[in-house]
């Protein structure tokens, strides 16, 4: 087996969409990085997730110069709140004049692979496998992996780890360093990807039969999210029950069975690590941190954590400064427990005000008047504007 020892400035664990966003910010700021992934390109190109860039976010690519490379699809201000088949049209303002994008996960990810690599001629070496990290203290530390053409180590200044809830990142962590604060909801999704685009508005809906959803991906295709059970498989869920079950829950007998590419069960649960570093390595998006994906959420709160990393670990490379990567824990965790606590208010709110089973009667009627609340109350809707456009 060969060995070759390189050196460079910050190695970045994962090339999902906060990794890559991250070596993209670093690498158009002049700063050498390398990304690790263990899939290959092809893969990650066609994993399709999360729908919206927030206000936040395409704020973010403004300023890093990059939205118009980068992001694509409709603006994304209007969503319809739908309660037993009546629906209620929610508008998004804000004062700055900027708004959300329909812009898939997969199609953010593929702009960012062919800016870093075919563009900026970054560093991704991807189907890596092996990976161990040397992170002790007063040393560079020290990666190690391995590849088709042998063993490789990596000397850095900075280790960020973007490889998710089950990557090696967090868990090269020594026991005892990072609190784990989770939470389970008690209930699943199934997300189910179909060739039928959102032909009105991206629906949220209640009903007596449990939370239905459908929100674009792309101009074809759409995702319905449905409340199910935690143990529900493949084998509840056939396809003509997926679709009686979405015309029942969104009362509209109109629609029709299409194709159903894929279908996901996802159990909604909350998780935050803390603190987000440890010694020269930071956690970023799911590796640090996981919110249910009726908060809209997950990628934009990666987004958010690279947005502030890129900055501190640009302050320290180029003046010497290391006082914000010091703070970068501190400093994103407030804004991760908001955007949890706007999590929870969503899927309890979205699930209580449907099925009385959930958690009984009275919270139901208590989440109906939450959602009455938004079209009554100027101050409510102005609050969840600013969650949905991920500004506060
Ligand atoms: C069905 C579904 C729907 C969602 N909907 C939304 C939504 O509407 N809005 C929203 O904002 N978010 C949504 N999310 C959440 C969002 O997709 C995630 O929060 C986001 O992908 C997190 O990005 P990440 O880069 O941290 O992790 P990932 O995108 O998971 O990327 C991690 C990368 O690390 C790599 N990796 C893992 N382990 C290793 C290892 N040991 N070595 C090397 N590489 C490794 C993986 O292969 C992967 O490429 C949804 C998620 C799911 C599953």
Redesign the pocket.
Known sequence: MSSNHEQTTVVI????????TLATFLKRSGVHCVI????NRAY?EL?Q????V?ARGVRMFEQWGLADKLLAGPVADIIEYRINGSARVFQTTGDDGIQGRFCT?QMLVCNLLRELIDVMDGDVRFE??D?TIRNEEDELPQISYTDNTGLHTLTCNYIVG???D???SRSSIPEGVLTKYSYEFGYA?L?ALVEAPVKGNPIMAVSDHGFVGQ?PRGPHRS?YYLQVKLNDGPEQWPDARIWDEIRLRLADRSIENAHVHNI?F?PLRSVVYAPMQYRNLFL????AH??P?V????????LYDVDILAKAILLAVHDNDTSALDNYSNTVLPHIWNYQDFAVWMADTMHDAGEATQHGSFRQMIARARLDNLFNSPTAAHLHSEYQRGVN
């Not at 908060?295 to 990666?302: D, E, V, Y």
């Open positions: 664990i994962g090339a999902g969409v906060t990794g890559l690790l992934e263990r899939k990650i994993r997730r999360a729908g919206v927030d996960q890596v496998s990976i973007c490889d998710a089950r990557g090696i999704w997300a929100l995702r996901d996802v970023a998006g799911d590796a996981m919110v994906p908060s809209a959420k997950g990628m934009n709160l990666g």
